[in-house]
């Protein structure tokens, strides 16, 4: 009896799954559409918000999920956006899925750097540690220019049209398109990350390390292989950001891009993916509002409402609308 009612419950704990998956699939698409009819002359910026989507959910995998603290995650978004721009500047390698892969590797190894160096220490420690590579990895990029362009960018990067067919246009509609098709593949193939042991070990591992360790887990090689995970992610949306804009530049390596995520995360809600994804559409939406309102007092505006969140919904916009709608539930039931 017992055996059959766990049975049952794990069926519908895994149908709810499912459905929150085609749930939020179905919200990327549908606010994807809305931002495509509403927003028809500046799909540059809609595209441009997909690529720090993928690097906020980067993120989120090895600070929410992990625990780790970092502001220097965009070496990896730097990194994958570097190694994609490189293989066609310098190497005539134009085919966007090649380009892609290569960012992914660029991300994932320069992941497996970071998080071995990161992962040596722990709380401002770490958080020291991360500023520090993040101004290493700039720093290199700036000296290395013979491949990287320095301070002027990497120019002269031409993707070729996707399967000989869709060619990125002026308007940006094919880069629209595919930064949202990968954006969707990312976002299940997470959801399922999170979701399996390896993921459910790195939660435990981000609340109670020791007690990991003491079962026979490993933290600190889980760590590693998240933060290499979370490389990959972020090199997809390095090398989105070099096909679409077809330059790569120093700020793709920049504190600011890493701090800016940070904010992001913090604004949707930490240990979620839908938090990630709606606290980058709501952050960049604002700030291309405000910043377009009044261009002399915008940044005013960005720090009250980055304040106003920290001091009245502490677990970020979706994180503190989730918990209210599951309170009402449980208050119903």
């Not at 290493?136 to 491949?147: D, I, T």
């Not at 193939?189 to 390390?209: A, E, K, T």
């Not at 889980?222 to 997809?236: C, D, E, N, P, R």
């Amino acid at each position: 009896m017992t055996l059959v009612m766990n049975n049952e419950t794990e069926r519908l704990r895994h149908r709810r799954a499912v459905n929150a998956d085609l749930l939020g699939v179905a919200a990327i698409t549908a606010i994807a559409a809305v931002g495509y009819f509403a927003f028809p002359d500046n799909l540059a910026l809609l595209t441009r918000m997909i690529t720090i989507a993928l690097l906020v959910l980067s993120l989120d995998l090895v600070t929410g999920y992990c625990g780790v603290a970092t502001l220097g995650h965009a070496a990896l978004f730097g990194s994958g956006a570097y190694a994609a721009g490189i293989l066609s500047a310098h190497y005539g390698i134009n085919d966007p899925l090649l380009m892609m892969l290569a960012g992914i590797s660029g991300g994932a190894v320069a992941g497996l750097l970071s998080g071995a160096i990161i992962l040596r220490a722990h709380g401002l420690p770490q958080l020291v540690l991360s500023i520090a590579l993040i101004h290493l990895f700039h720093e290199f990029a700036n000296k290395a220019s013979a491949w990287t362009g320095g301070s002027d960018g990497l120019s002269g990067i031409a993707p070729d049209p996707i399967f000989g067919i869709f060619e990125f246009d002026l308007y940006g509609h094919t880069a629209f398109f595919f930064g949202m098709t990968l954006l969707v593949i990312v976002f299940v193939l997470l959801r399922l990350l999170v979701r399996s042991p390896f993921g459910m070990l790195c939660r435990g591992i981000r609340q109670d390390p020791l007690r990991i360790r003491a079962m026979g887990g490993s933290p600190k090689a889980a760590l590693i292989k998240m933060y290499v995970i979370s490389g990959a992610v972020a090199g997809v949306g390095g090398a989105l950001n070099a096909i679409s804009t077809q330059v790569v530049g120093l700020d793709s390596l920049s504190f600011t891009q890493s701090a800016e995520a940070l904010v992001m995360l913090v604004l949707g809600g930490t240990g979620s993916l839908f938090g990630a994804l709606s606290g980058t559409v709501i952050f960049m939406f604002f700030e291309d509002y405000v910043s377009a309102a009044n261009p002399f007092h915008w940044l005013t505006m960005v720090g009250a409402l980055l304040i106003a969140v920290v001091l009245f919904a502490p677990k970020g916009l979706y994180g503190t609308a989730a918990a209210l709608i599951g309170r009402r539930k449980e208050t119903r039931a």
